[in-house]
């Protein structure tokens, strides 16, 4: 098995390797800009590293709204960025003609006008447009769904969800363990050794009886208790007599002056960038921090080749400078070159799907029922 594979990014062949996302592939290659931000269209990159911003949206194939850190690079895709219609448009000055609720309030009344305007504003904004059929993987219907039905449903396959799905297995009970990365581990893959001990569980977990899904994303809870799960184009309606979520945590986002530009990173992004990829993030990188000092993520960093130039609060920082890429940051009345900054703000729980069984349910808008 060769370790190099080739796609393509905008007619230019990117080298990347087995196992590598898209992300990582092109943050090696140098390619900080993957997109740009819906309004303003402010250049975005590569920030999260979990799949959870939108800086790093691009079309693979013809297909658009493919998130490239969660996309393990396969070798002969046509990989480009989404750019919006009438790109050379200033539209910072163009936006009080849009302001936010603009949408809500003046179209609600009439959808279909609002459904023409929604698909023109899409294109300004550089999303994706409506994929052709041919480009949608599996398209939706009898063959794109499926209903299972387990014992235990458990998202999230990080050491939490795969050391209960074994004592799961153990006692008898199928499980049904789901995961929207392609390799179980969680944070597990972003520590130096742990990818032997995700390995571990994991074969531990199947070897149980333990069913891993992979690349599959937990939509949310419908009626009955039952759980939406998008895996390969495929809708799974999974009734589970329990469900369990074991999703985990998520790095604490810190608002910064321009702390949105390609090269701003939040910890676990640099994390999946070294010890999963193999990528140096960055040759000058200043840790913006809060709380406990993360001494692990400095060593991890030096390792990698990048010198941490400096460590300062969030209060400190002053500008950061650079449009598609950071070029360097003012901390207090000091300008620092630099071409990574790397939020250290600590983590909060990913219980988006936990608070979902808690929400009310929207009141109807008479206009659309
Ligand atoms: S979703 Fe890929 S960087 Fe955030």
Redesign the pocket.
């Known amino acids: 098995m060769t370790d190099r594979l080739t796609f393509l990014f905008e007619g230019r062949a990117i080298e990347g390797r087995p196992g590598q996302s898209l992300?990582g592939a092109l943050h090696a290659a140098g390619i900080r800009t993957l997109s740009w931000s819906g309004k303003y269209r402010r250049p975005r990159g590569?920030?999260?590293?979990?799949?959870?911003?939108?800086?790093?949206?691009l079309a693979v194939d013809g297909l658009g709204g493919v998130?490239?850190?969660?996309t393990p690079a396969r070798g002969g895709e046509d990989v480009r960025r989404i750019r919006p219609w009438l790109a050379w448009l200033p539209v910072d000055p163009l936006g009080r003609f849009a302001p936010a609720g603009f949408h809500g309030s003046r179209w609600l009344h009439s959808p279909r006008v609002w459904n023409l305007i929604e698909r023109v504003l899409a294109r300004l904004a550089g999303q994706a447009p409506i994929p052709r059929p041919e480009n949608v993987p599996v398209q939706a219907g009898a063959a794109g769904f499926e209903l299972r039905a387990v014992d235990l449903l458990i998202i999230g396959a990080g050491e939490t969800g795969l050391t209960a799905a074994i004592g799961g297995a153990r006692a008898g009970r199928s499980i049904l363990l789901v995961d929207r990365d392609d390799t179980p581990g969680g944070r597990l893959l972003g520590e130096l050794g742990g990818r032997d001990a995700a390995d571990r569980l994991a074969a531990a977990a199947r070897t149980a009886g333990v069913e891993i899904l992979l690349s599959a994303t937990a939509l949310g809870s419908f009626d009955d208790g039952v759980q939406g799960i998008v895996h390969a184009g495929r809708l799974l309606a999974v009734a589970a007599g329990e469900t369990r979520n074991a999703t985990g945590s998520l790095d604490r986002e810190v608002a910064l002056p321009d702390g949105d530009r390609p090269g701003v990173m939040l910890a676990s992004?640099v994390r999946r960038l070294v010890v999963r990829e193999g990528v140096r993030p960055g040759f000058r990188a200043v840790i913006v921090e809060t709380g406990p000092l993360d001494e692990d993520l400095v060593t991890l960093l030096a390792g990698a080749g990048t010198e941490v130039v400096a460590r300062c609060a969030p209060s400190d920082v002053r500008a950061i400078h650079g449009r598609g890429a950071v070029r360097g940051i003012t901390i207090g009345s000091l300008r620092i070159p630099c071409d990574l900054v790397v939020i250290a703000a600590g983590r909060r729980p990913a219980d988006e799907l936990a608070r979902q069984t808690d929400v009310p349910e929207e009141p109807r808008v008479a206009a659309w029922t």
Do not use: D, E, Y
């Open positions: 992300a590569l920030r999260c590293g979990t799949g959870v911003c939108p800086g790093c949206v998130q490239a850190c969660m992004a």
